[in-house]
T-cell receptor, first 115, second 116 residues
Framework: AQSVAQPEDQVKVAEGNPLTVKCTYS??????LFWYVQYPNRGLQFLLK??????LVKGSYGFEAEFNKSQTSFHLKKPSALVSDSALYFC?????????????FGQGTTLQVKP | NAGVMQNPRHLVRRRGQEARLRCSPM?????VYWYRQLPEEGLKFMVY????????ESGMPKERFSAEFPKEGPSILRIQQVVRGDSAAYFC??????????????FGQGTRLTVV
């Protein structure tokens, strides 16, 4: 069965420090991978995606993510966190071999950046 | 170019009533997805529609839930005889034709359904 795991319910970092939000997946074959961010009472905003090519993907607001095929991971990173980065982050996968575009989401990780 | 529009933003229904949630995809998008987000959980896929066709409804509950995306007008997610367990945020996402698999989906702001 396809699944996505975000092992940390919450991540806390100080402003200016690097942050990592972890994501691992279980999908047959090579998936498409996505990160979305959700602010309170808002919809999901796309951050970045991995389709093919370079394992390090750069996205919006200074975020990046590294695809690691051997570890089936797609961790989200940012070199220097901002208080405004505090939000709920979702990792999602899409089966490349599927015939629909449905996304399978992790349960989300709340990022708290303290001043 | 307006984003994905969902209405209403908030909907309160008494048990046993019907809930109708609307989604207008981004201009030019012909693929619509509905997801449900229960409190403290991630989003769960419900249904994938193209104009006038249901492509994948594997995530839809077998009873009381239905969805449509007519040739004209918004996509509708309909929940009949709502129960308290239906209380959740319902998100619609759209993507353009032809590039579904490697294209990011664009999400609306959601409809928060509360069943009292």
């Amino acid at each position: 069965a396809q699944s996505v795991a975000q092992p940390e319910d919450q991540v806390k970092v100080a402003e200016g420090n690097p942050l990592t939000v972890k994501c691992t997946y279980s999908v047959s074959g090579n998936p498409y991978l996505f990160w979305y961010v959700q602010y309170p009472n808002r919809g999901l905003q796309f951050l970045l995606k991995y389709i093919t090519g370079d394992n390090l993907v750069k996205g919006s607001y200074g975020f990046e993510a590294e695809f690691n095929k051997s570890q089936t991971s797609f961790h989200l990173k940012k070199p220097s966190a901002l208080v405004s980065d505090s939000a709920l982050y979702f990792c999602a996968v899409r089966d490349r071999n599927g015939n629909t575009g449905k996304l399978i989401f992790g349960q989300g990780t709340t990022l708290q950046v303290k001043p | 170019n307006a984003g994905v529009m969902q209405n209403p933003r908030h909907l309160v229904r008494r048990r046993g009533q019907e809930a109708r949630l609307r989604c207008s995809p981004m201009k030019g998008h012909s693929h619509v997805y509905w997801y449900r987000q229960l409190p403290e959980e991630g989003l769960k896929f419900m249904v994938y529609l193209q104009k006038e066709n249901i492509i994948d409804e594997s995530g839809m509950p077998k009873e009381r839930f239905s969805a449509e995306f007519p040739k004209e007008g918004p996509s509708i997610l309909r929940i009949q005889q709502v129960v308290r367990g239906d209380s959740a945020a319902y998100f619609c996402a759209s993507s353009p034709p032809g590039g579904t698999m490697n294209t990011e989906a664009f999400f609306g702001q959601g409809t928060r359904l509360t069943v009292v």
